[in-house]
């Protein structure tokens, strides 16, 4: 098959899949599957879990990656948005692939797409899984995006899926209640496979589709819970002794719910995927995800980095704060997309938050600052700066702020990355090629 020589750059690629389909979100998996079947990618050569749900998709495959790394395997990961860079998306043994194996990847599913036309994520998707396979990774770790049933990734069937959460995002495109939301997010269960269900509260329409589909449904709370204690948690198995595990050493108190989630993940998979108790707790020890609950301090500057974007993310954040020692004042910095339940993000920030740094995300989704600083405005917040961009709003904040304050960035991917990259904290890329 002839590769492609669309573009010699990725920004040039990336510039050109933000456009080329007619519709940014586009649900459906027809397409995917063409494309799929046209590289010979079905069924994939590795194993593959499936993640999904509404937070901390991010977290559980970093947390699988480190596991499954820890315990000798070869690992494929994808995720999604980025940070920083688009190749963050595509990752084996913890490394970014580069930009020349992203235009590799590219080319070859330009040359052999045909007429097909696939949105950005789905490009990422394709390109994802094609790299697994010319890795020869033994397992893949794919995020699923906003959806599940209809999502790309749904694309291959998952020899396990771990659902980590439901809650109220995206209800333009999923449903305007938890049960709608579940039922979409339940489309990558598959029959006589592991399904790992890490919400305490689960709605109906996600235990039902466990139960039609014919998976394996192991609950949280039924089959398996934990129980954090310091730096450690315990977990608990239905009809096996708990066991004592390290915590995560980030994202906060959220990721002992995460790691117990995947800590029963891996126990699902154990006959194909065998993993020993002392890679089980390095992988756990070692994990880490920047933009969750990151904590830095910075000319006696407390600096608090969170990519919470929905209430229930915006509600464990303030969970998390209230846990730490006051401190003389908090300024925020706030970036979002203009879909999500900003009321909801905001308030619960407004009574402790002295001064608000807002500014608009790289996206044409993104709410305006004018429509921030009003909508502040009416929840009683104090002090309101506007500015052009995140970068500007971060590095107003840091003039601002003195020793002993704290500064709160929050709201998005698209708020986080460029924030710390504005305050020199850019990651360096670790690549494979």
């Not at 204690?229 to 995460?258: C, T, W, Y």
């Not at 807002?358 to 502040?376: C, F, I, K």
Request: hydrophobic share 45%; proline share 5%.
């Amino acid at each position: 098959m002839a590769e492609s020589t669309r573009f010699a750059t990725l920004d040039e690629w990336l510039a050109w899949l933000e456009t080329q389909h007619p519709k940014k979100i586009d649900f459906g998996l027809d397409r995917v599957r063409a494309v799929l079947d046209s590289l010979d990618l079905k069924p994939p050569p590795y194993r593959v879990i499936a993640v999904g749900g509404t937070n901390g998709k991010g977290s559980c495959v970093a947390l699988l990656e480190s596991i499954y790394l820890a315990a000798g395997y070869s690992v494929g990961a994808f995720t999604s948005p980025h940070l920083w860079r688009f190749n963050e998306r595509l990752r084996r043994d913890g490394a970014e692939a580069s930009d020349a194996e992203l235009l590799e990847l590219f080319r070859i599913i330009d040359a052999g797409r045909g007429a097909v036309s696939l949105t950005y994520f789905e490009w990422s998707a394709v390109a994802a899984i094609l790299f697994c396979a010319r890795e020869r990774v033994d397992v893949a770790l794919l995020e699923v995006g906003m959806g599940g049933r209809l999502d790309a990734v749904n694309a291959i069937d998952a020899d396990a899926a771990l659902i980590v959460s439901i809650d109220l995002d995206h209800r333009e495109w999923l449903g305007e209640d938890r049960d709608s939301i579940g039922r979409e997010k339940a489309g990558i269960v598959r029959g006589g496979r592991p399904v790992i269900v890490g919400d305490a509260n689960p709605p109906a329409s996600l235990l039902s589709a466990i139960r039609t589909s014919g998976a394996n449904g192991i609950l949280r709370g039924r089959d398996f819970d934990y129980l954090a204690d310091g730096g450690r948690f315990e977990l608990a198995r239905k009809g096996m002794p708990a066991v004592p595990l390290p915590l995560p050493g980030f994202g906060g108190a959220i990721q002992a719910a995460n790691a117990a989630a995947c800590a029963v993940t891996v126990d699902a998979l154990e006959a194909e995927l065998p993993v020993t108790q002392e890679a089980l707790a390095e992988g756990l020890r070692r994990a880490s995800a920047p933009g969750r609950w990151q904590r830095l301090t910075i000319d006696g500057v407390e600096w608090i980095f969170d990519v919470a974007h929905n209430p229930a993310a915006a509600a464990c954040l303030r969970r998390e704060l209230d846990g730490l020692p006051r401190r003389q004042r908090t300024v925020a910095v706030f970036a979002a997309m203009r879909d999500k339940e900003l009321a909801c993000l905001l308030e619960p920030f407004t009574a402790e938050v002295e001064r608000w740094f807002v500014a608009p995300v790289d996206s044409d989704r993104s709410a305006t600052p004018q429509g921030l600083r009003d909508l502040l405005r009416s929840l009683g917040a104090r002090s309101i700066e506007i500015h052009g961009d995140i970068a500007a709003a971060t590095l107003a904040a840091r003039a601002c702020a003195e020793p002993g304050d704290r500064v709160l960035v929050f709201g998005s991917f698209y708020t986080v990355g460029p924030a710390t990259a504005a305050l020199g904290l850019y990651c360096e890329a670790r690549s494979v090629g």
